[in-house]
């Protein structure tokens, strides 16, 4: 089962900046956390992830809380291209740990 | 080279036809995986393969084979299938490094089952 639990959708406006939250209050030590999103009938993309620390990088910043319990992406000024379902996932990061997806969050970027 | 290739992009078989999945990736990474997705779900993890063994079986029914022939290529063999096993068939991969663990997805395998 995924660990992690996600609003059902989301809407932002163009150019503004679209924050999507995750709670995984269950997140083990060794856990990190892992963004993906997919956009409508194409493979999911890999977007970020992180242990502890905030992390940001060319498409968005990741804003983990500091007791990890749950966590916040931002992708700072969002486009129509952003239109996808994003992915909140908790993984141990070994080779082959199962990457389990939740049902996600529904963004719709509003032009 | 961060792809991973699926073929057919789309495929139609019968219940009673024997068809084959592929998925190949050229990253060196040596964790592969089979996902499957219903429509307006999120996608479902079948199997796990790592070092080219079998490492994760999500108690997948048998009419679905998964083969890793060398570090590169994955198959998925199907026989006997349903139409409920109509979907979108998803390989990934991944490598072991701690800090780059991300997964690449390939564009997968539309499936149709009449």
Redesign the interface.
Known sequence: DAKTTQPPSMDCAEGRAANLPCNHSTISGNEYVYWYRQIHSQGPQYIIHGLKNNETNEMASLIITEDRKSSTLILPHATLRDTAVYYCIVRVANRDDKIIFGKGTRLHILP | DTE?TQTPKHLVMGMTNKKSLKCEQHMG???M?WYKQKAKK????MF???YEKL??NESVPSRFSPECPNSSLLNLHLHALQPEDSA?Y?C?S???D??N????????TRLTVV
């Open positions: 991973v990474h040596r964790a995986y999120p996608p479902e993890l796990v393969y790592s490492s994760i979108l998803l990934a991944s490598q072991g701690p800090k663990t991300e997964a690449f997805f390939g564009q997968g």
